[in-house]
């Protein structure tokens, strides 16, 4: 019989790797013929299996497969499913009350949690944070307060950024398909600019951060002018875009020319934050202190919760009452994030991130040495990628990308792709997997790569 512990996700599931049907088993198939009856075409599926518990460093199917997660729900559950300390205080939280709205009568979780990202994120600067539900709802509102700080409309963003999918946030994103196509009218005064790809640069990684910034300066202040720009906005390592670590010496120069013209500075952190990449924010690896961040996913263990940090005086600019949403900041998100940053603190979760960066990229490295399909292996901390591309030259190959997500489906492994090429498969485990499952799930890599 099974503990009734073991019945729950969490930390108390198998960690083990487990295939005991077809991917996707019979359950999964009948679910996904009623998905198809019930939910939108528009919601995609990756992984054409339906969950029933996670935790650790694996997701169980309802057939009974185990697989072991790379990709944490799209970097979300980095203290792993179900966490205790997060279920622990979430469901303290949930008998006492769900909901008040923080712009009705507020509760103690929202300023804890305010509190905390004032102490986290970069800079001793004076902070404060709102919160909201979703990383594109933080975007906005970073936009929003940069224009009410500055008076200012025009919005600077990257070639292969990605912030989000409603309207001002698609307009924020650089890739089309499949995140625009169709949608449009976007919102006016957006404007992008390029950014320092080492392994794309067509001069060379050596003077890629030089003349890309040159280049995205000029542009600035040719096309837009610096005295329009309200705020410049950048992910540190650019997520959705392919894991593309911006050449050294990049951002410090474009956070140099925002500070020189009045611009706000703003860092998405909404992926590669919250211990990801080895640290708690990704832009701390430069010394960068930026103006406002925004954060999501990673900051409360799965549950939906997200903020805009920054400068005291940045922050306060937006009118008494101009910003918020029913939900913002709901007080069982607030709980969980904080049992989530207890843990992460608690666990060194950016010590964590850094050992699986030991453990991975020596063998990614390796690989890349084995199969000329990998053109670079890259990222930092548990934030770490492979662009592949057709033997011989740089040609992206997402035909390749997906062949190689699909065979390590096959085998119980979880690996997302991602890029503006489709042909980059990113690595996002759960800070908190076991250093046998990730070894394991290496392995079934390589072998999927020896397959295609
Ligand atoms: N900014 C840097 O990575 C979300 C997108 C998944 P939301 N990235 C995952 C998908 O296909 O929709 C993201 C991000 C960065 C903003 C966002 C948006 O965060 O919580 O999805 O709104």
Same mark, same amino acid.
């Given at each position: 019989?099974?503990?009734?512990?073991?019945?729950?996700?969490?930390?108390?599931?198998?960690?083990?790797?487990?295939?005991?049907?077809?991917?996707?088993?019979?359950?999964?198939?009948?679910?996904?013929?009623?998905?198809?009856?019930?939910?939108?075409?528009?919601?995609?599926?990756?992984?054409?299996?339906?969950?029933?518990?996670?935790?650790?460093?694996?997701?169980?199917?309802?057939?009974?497969?185990?697989?072991?997660?790379?990709?944490?729900?799209?970097?979300?559950?980095?203290?792993?499913?179900?966490?205790?300390?997060?279920?622990?205080?979430?469901?303290?939280?949930?008998?006492?009350?769900?909901?008040?709205?923080?712009?009705?009568?507020?509760?103690?979780?929202?300023?804890?949690?305010?509190?905390?990202?004032?102490?986290?994120?970069?800079?001793?600067?004076?902070?404060?944070?709102?919160?909201?539900?979703?990383?594109?709802?933080?975007?906005?509102?970073?936009?929003?307060?940069?224009?009410?700080?500055?008076?200012?409309?025009?919005?600077?963003?990257?070639?292969?950024?990605?912030?989000?999918?409603?309207?001002?946030?698609?307009?924020?994103?650089?890739?089309?398909?499949?995140?625009?196509?169709?949608?449009?009218?976007?919102?006016?005064?957006?404007?992008?600019?390029?950014?320092?790809?080492?392994?794309?640069?067509?001069?060379?990684?050596?003077?890629?951060?030089?003349?890309?910034?040159?280049?995205?300066?000029?542009?600035?202040?040719?096309?837009?002018?610096?005295?329009?720009?309200?705020?410049?906005?950048?992910?540190?390592?650019?997520?959705?875009?392919?894991?593309?670590?911006?050449?050294?010496?990049?951002?410090?120069?474009?956070?140099?020319?925002?500070?020189?013209?009045?611009?706000?500075?703003?860092?998405?952190?909404?992926?590669?934050?919250?211990?990801?990449?080895?640290?708690?924010? =990704? !832009?701390?690896?430069? *010394? @960068?202190?930026?103006?406002?961040?925004? $954060?999501?996913?990673?900051?409360?263990?799965? %549950? #939906?919760?997200?903020?805009?940090?920054?400068?005291?005086?940045?922050?306060?600019?937006?009118?008494?009452?101009?910003?918020?949403?029913?939900?913002?900041?709901?007080?069982?998100?607030?709980?969980?994030?904080?049992?989530?940053?207890?843990?992460?603190?608690?666990?060194?979760?950016?010590?964590?991130?850094?050992?699986?960066?030991?453990?991975?990229?020596?063998?990614?490295?390796?690989?890349?040495?084995?199969?000329?399909?990998?053109?670079?292996?890259?990222?930092?901390?548990?934030?770490?990628?492979?662009?592949?591309?057709?033997?011989?030259?740089?040609?992206?190959?997402?035909?390749?990308?997906?062949?190689?997500?699909? =065979? !390590?489906?096959?085998? *119980? @492994?979880?690996?997302?792709?991602?890029? $503006?090429?489709?042909?980059?498969?990113?690595? %996002? #485990?759960?800070?908190?997997?076991?250093?046998?499952?990730?070894?394991?799930?290496?392995?079934?890599?390589?072998?999927?790569?020896?397959?295609?």
């Amino acid at each position: 019989m099974t503990a009734k512990s073991e019945l729950s996700g969490g930390p108390t599931l198998p960690q083990e790797r487990r295939v005991v049907t077809a991917i996707p088993g019979p359950k999964s198939q009948e679910l996904m013929a009623r998905k198809q009856a019930a939910v939108a075409d528009g919601i995609g599926t990756v992984l054409p299996v339906f969950a029933r518990r996670a935790g650790g460093g694996v997701l169980e199917d309802v057939d009974g497969n185990s697989f072991i997660d790379l990709g944490s729900g799209i970097a979300v559950t980095s203290v792993g499913n179900s966490a205790e300390a997060v279920v622990r205080r979430a469901t303290e939280q949930l008998n006492d009350f769900t909901h008040t709205c923080a712009m009705v009568t507020p509760y103690e979780p929202y300023v804890q949690v305010c509190e905390e990202l004032a102490e986290l994120t970069p800079g001793d600067h004076a902070k404060k944070s709102a919160l909201f539900n979703s990383g594109a709802e933080a975007v906005e509102n970073a936009v929003k307060i940069a224009r009410a700080h500055t008076g200012r409309q025009a919005v600077v963003v990257f070639d292969h950024g990605y912030h989000g999918r409603t309207n001002l946030t698609m307009a924020l994103t650089s890739k089309n398909m499949p995140y625009k196509h169709g949608f449009g009218p976007f919102a006016p005064e957006v404007y992008r600019v390029p950014v320092a790809y080492p392994y794309r640069w067509l001069t060379g990684p050596e003077n890629c951060a030089e003349e890309a910034a040159a280049q995205a300066i000029d542009q600035i202040t040719k096309q837009v002018g610096a005295d329009n720009v309200a705020a410049i906005i950048i992910e540190p390592v650019l997520g959705e875009g392919g894991f593309i670590v911006p050449a050294k010496g990049f951002l410090p120069r474009i956070q140099q020319f925002a500070r020189d013209n009045g611009i706000v500075f703003v860092a998405d952190e909404i992926q590669s934050g919250f211990c990801r990449t080895g640290q708690w924010f =990704a !832009c701390e690896d430069e *010394g @960068l202190v930026p103006d406002l961040i925004t $954060t999501a996913k990673g900051i409360a263990g799965g %549950l #939906p919760l997200a903020a805009v940090t920054g400068r005291a005086e940045i922050m306060d600019s937006a009118h008494s009452g101009g910003l918020g949403g029913t939900y913002g900041g709901n007080p069982v998100a607030c709980a969980a994030a904080l049992g989530a940053i207890e843990t992460a603190r608690e666990l060194d979760l950016p010590a964590r991130a850094r050992r699986i960066e030991e453990v991975m990229k020596p063998r990614l490295e390796k690989m890349a040495e084995r199969f000329d399909v990998i053109g670079e292996v890259r990222g930092r901390g548990a934030m770490l990628a492979i662009e592949l591309v057709k033997p011989g030259g740089k040609e992206p190959n997402p035909e390749a990308t997906a062949a190689l997500a699909k =065979a !390590c489906h096959q085998q *119980g @492994l979880l690996i997302l792709t991602t890029g $503006t090429y489709g042909n980059v498969v990113r690595f %996002l #485990p759960p800070l908190v997997i076991g250093e046998d499952l990730l070894n394991e799930g290496l392995g079934i890599l390589e072998d999927a790569l020896a397959s295609l």
